[in-house]
Nanobody
Framework: QVQLVESGGGLVQAGGSLRLSCAASGRIFSINAMSWYRQSPGKQRELVASITNGGSTNYADSVKGRFTISRDNAKNTVFLQMSSLKPEDTAVYLC????????????????WGRGTQVTVSS
C-alpha cells in the first residue's frame, strides 16, 4: 500500500557531504513522523534523526551539528543532509514513516524503506 524509496547514498571521503532523500508513495492519507535510521554489520539499528509533520526534529548525539533532517510534506519526502562525515557514519541508512493510509485513516502504520548504503573512507 505504501512504498518508501531512498536515494542519495554512495562513497565519500571523510569530511565530505551527502544528501539522502526518501520518497513515500501509495495510498497515503497522511504521514506523521518520518525518520532516518542506520545499521552497520554487528550493530543494532539506531535512530539518526526524526521529524514530525509539524517540523520538530530530534537527533542522535553522534550526529548533532553535522546532520540536518527536513521534509517536504507536499511531496511526502524526507531528506537527510549529512556533512563532516566520519568513517563511523558508514552504514545502511533506512527511511521510516508513520503513515495513515486511505484504507484505514484511524490506524497509524509503520513503513520502512530498503535502505541506501553510505560509505565514508578515511
Amino acid at each position: 500500500q505504501v512504498q518508501l524509496v531512498e536515494s542519495g547514498g554512495g562513497l565519500v571521503q571523510a569530511g565530505g557531504s551527502l544528501r539522502l532523500s526518501c520518497a513515500a508513495s501509495g495510498r497515503i492519507f497522511s504521514i506523521n513522523a518520518m525518520s532516518w535510521y542506520r545499521q552497520s554489520p554487528g550493530k543494532q539499528r539506531e535512530l539518526v534523526a526524526s521529524i514530525t509533520n509539524g517540523g520538530s526534529t530530534n537527533y542522535a548525539d553522534s550526529v548533532k551539528g553535522r546532520f540536518t533532517i527536513s521534509r517536504d510534506n507536499a511531496k511526502n519526502t524526507v531528506f537527510l543532509q549529512m556533512s563532516s562525515l566520519k568513517p563511523e557514519d558508514t552504514a545502511v541508512y533506512l527511511c521510516y514513516a508513520a503513515v495513515r493510509t486511505r484504507a484505514a485513516v484511524f490506524a497509524l502504520n509503520d513503513y520502512w524503506g530498503r535502505g541506501t548504503q553510505v560509505t565514508v573512507s578515511s
